[in-house]
């Protein structure tokens, strides 16, 4: 069974730097897309990017200047750094396993339980 | 525009049918996957692809596309599946990954 977990900082500083990670057990960080969404209190989910196990990344474009993605295969994690951050990115923040399939499919299979991260001085 | 746009509340009496709907341009290049998600939990796929469901998730979730607007129904909905449910696709232009606003399901 496929698990993953995240971990960092639930409290980080206006204007500083967020950093994640998620661990995966009980799979291969190859072949998937691995992916963070947030969730800010009480609204909906927002996708802000992926990395796919060769390193490759795509970001969402309101995000894209402040985000930087990485993959560690020999630990079996993915990471997220969001800089300059403002109370806007107050948020669960969940890590996901992303699929792309033959025949036109784009799913998350599995997810972490999510982290919640305020921003605040 | 790569945006999913869902109808923020949807109700249903106990053990009718309801569908929940999304619609974007994405969904005609992209099936929608649809994700519930109750009160302090992480969401859970429930549909995927053209209309498949992960182990665990009971026949009565079903899905159906045409177009630009995608379509999860629940038939015969039970109280437990009560709860937010989200669609998401994803933009051929840019590969990009989008999210439906979500849809607070309330049974009757």
């Known amino acids: 069974q496929v698990q993953l977990q995240e971990s960092g900082p639930g409290l980080v500083q206006p204007s500083e730097t967020l950093s994640l990670t998620c661990t995966v057990s009980?799979?291969?960080?190859?072949?998937?897309?691995w992916t963070w969404i947030r969730q800010p209190p009480g609204k909906g989910l927002e996708w802000i990017g992926y990395i796919y196990y060769s390193g490759s990344t795509i970001y969402n474009p309101s995000l894209k200047s402040r985000v930087t993605m990485s993959v560690d295969m020999s630990k079996n994690q993915f990471s997220l750094k969001l800089s300059s951050v403002t109370a806007a990115d107050t948020a669960v923040y969940y890590c996901?396993?992303?699929?792309?399939?033959?025949?036109?499919?784009?799913?998350?299979?599995?997810w972490g339980q999510g982290t919640l991260v305020t921003v605040s001085s | 525009s790569s945006d999913l746009t869902q109808d923020p509340t949807v109700s249903v009496a106990l053990g009718q049918t309801v569908r929940v709907t999304c619609q974007g341009d994405?969904?005609?290049?992209?099936?929608a996957s649809w994700y519930q998600q109750k009160p302090g939990q992480a969401p859970v796929l429930v549909i995927y692809?053209?209309?498949n469901r992960p182990s665990g998730i009971p026949d009565r979730f079903s899905g159906s596309s045409s177009g630009n607007t995608a379509s999860l129904t629940i038939t015969g909905a039970q109280a437990e599946d009560e709860a937010d449910y989200y669609c998401n696709s994803r933009d051929t232009s840019a590969n990009h990954g989008v999210f439906g606003g979500g849809t607070r399901l309330t049974v009757l």
């Open positions: 996901a396993r992303g699929l792309v399939g033959p025949s036109r499919e784009y799913y998350f299979d599995y």
């Open positions: 692809g053209k209309n």
């Open positions: 009980g799979g291969s960080i190859g072949s998937y897309y």
């Open positions: 994405s969904l005609r290049s992209y099936y």
